[in-house]
């Protein structure tokens, strides 16, 4: 079986990382072969895409309101033609726009939902008709467009995602709920409990709907109980600078650290004993997965993709309330009893080993054998 895996660049992200682990894992299996291709030179994996078939392939398509869409497709085209896949997966609306252009039909096409893709919406006038939304309009109809000309199935990374899709994909289009995974082993880790009892890691691209503010805000709350943690911010993005303005005036710059972007979270798992997320809206919360399968308890918003993975008083904490002493209560439970953090971490990782990324491949390539 030949596979092909479609997303436009191998930028930071869940997504991101998901397509490389599934790769990495597809091509293990004797009868498969498996190719990644990108549209664009961005890598925070080099490290793992080396391992693995990694083709950068320039490739657009944009639409014009005024005239004629722009496109770049001979290449992939050329290169498809050539590779002859029985499987082409794709992942992120860019990837299903460019391929919405491509013309081959030998190939089961599986479009992956890692969140709930605002370019399907129905168009609504009740608010007025700006610019994005005519450009979604249209490009939901290039994309639509290219679905019905070929046999197709969608994979959802959630229950969230699953519903959403159903609700704004054409009836009749085969779906699966397939929740994310990750290499388990890769976060297997031995903490000095004394050591680690002072930190927290929260990880996630630093851009409003992650809402590291309510985490600093969570900081600030434990310090006037007299609880002298430091929280580790692993990843970047366009709000770093109000962040850390915001650190400078809770005077917690010796207790909060903005990190960037990290190769290997894992060394910050194993020297916390809770991992912290405060997302405003998670599609699934791939990190969550990381961090219990480095036997952390999670205390979490409820961000709903997040509702599939926590348990409440099991594996961690979700609270609906975003209220930072109601966050910081869960904390400092965990904090001062030993026994429960013991209980939690243990039921956190036996949860997380359901998702390995083993058990994952081996469904899909049960969905990919029904070719959608």
Known sequence: MKILH????LAKGGAERLVLDICIALQEIPHVEVCLVTFHEDNAYAFLSGKINHRIISSTVIPSLRGKMKKNVH?????IEDFQPDIIHSHLFESEMVLSQIRYEKAAYFVHFHDNMNQFEALKVLNGISKQKLTNYFEKKIVLKGYSK???AVINISNDTFEYSKRVLPKGIKSYLMPNAINTSSFACVRDLNTAFRRIT?????????????????????HQRGIHLHLDILGEGKDRSK???????????????????????VDFLQNSFVYLHTAKYEPFGLVLLEAMAADLPVVCTDAMGNRDLIMEGYNGFILEDRNPQLI?????????????????????????NEFDISIYISKLLDVYELKG
Do not use: C
């Open 6 to 9: 479609v997303i436009p660049s």
């Open 243 to 265: 962040l850390q303005q915001m650190i400078n005036d809770f005077n917690l710059t010796e207790y909060i650290t903005l990190h960037g972007n990290v190769d290997f979270p």
């Open 202 to 222: 929260l990880i996630g691209s630093l851009v409003d709907k992650k809402g590291q503010d309510l985490a600093i805000q969570v900081m600030f709350e434990l």
């Open 150 to 152: 070929r046999k197709l």
């Open 75 to 79: 290449e992939l085209q050329q290169f």
């Open 328 to 352: 910081a209560d869960k904390i400092e439970m965990l904090y001062n009893n030993r026994d429960m953090w013991f209980e939690i971490s243990k039921n956190a990782k036996v949860f997380s």
